[in-house]
């Protein structure tokens, strides 16, 4: 299994950025994904989430900015980010869930996204 981001570079605040994932090795279309982040000296958090059937969430501190959709076509997961701002500096990852199918969850290697000026 492997998930491979891209995306991730210095932006501007208030800039925007598309971030990818690309997912192999799984049956992606019966998997739920998810886009987390981690920034310096911090946690990990789910930033959104989309489940096979489409169904999205959000941290609240990115509703109405981002958008998570997902091509099952491709393979591809997408985190759309609008407006960013510093505090969304941080590696973010893809996550696939596990299912019944296959019960383990799975990684991206990460993706830095820094906003500054």
């Known amino acids: 299994v492997q998930l491979v981001e891209s995306g991730g570079e210095l932006v501007q605040p208030g800039g925007s950025l598309r971030l990818s994932c690309a997912a192999s090795g799984i049956i992606f279309s019966i998997h739920a994904m998810g886009w987390y982040r981690q920034a310096p000296g911090k946690q990990r958090e789910l930033v959104a989430a989309i489940t096979s059937g489409g169904r999205t969430n959000y941290a609240d501190s990115v509703k109405g900015r981002f958008t998570v959709s997902r091509d099952n076509a491709k393979n591809m997961v997408y985190l759309q980010m609008i407006s960013l701002k510093p505090e969304d500096t941080a590696v973010y990852y893809c996550?696939?869930?596990?299912?019944?199918?296959?019960?383990?969850?799975?990684w991206g290697q990460g993706t830095q996204v820094t906003v500054s000026s």
């Open positions: 996550k696939s869930y596990g299912s019944s199918l296959d019960p383990y969850d799975y």
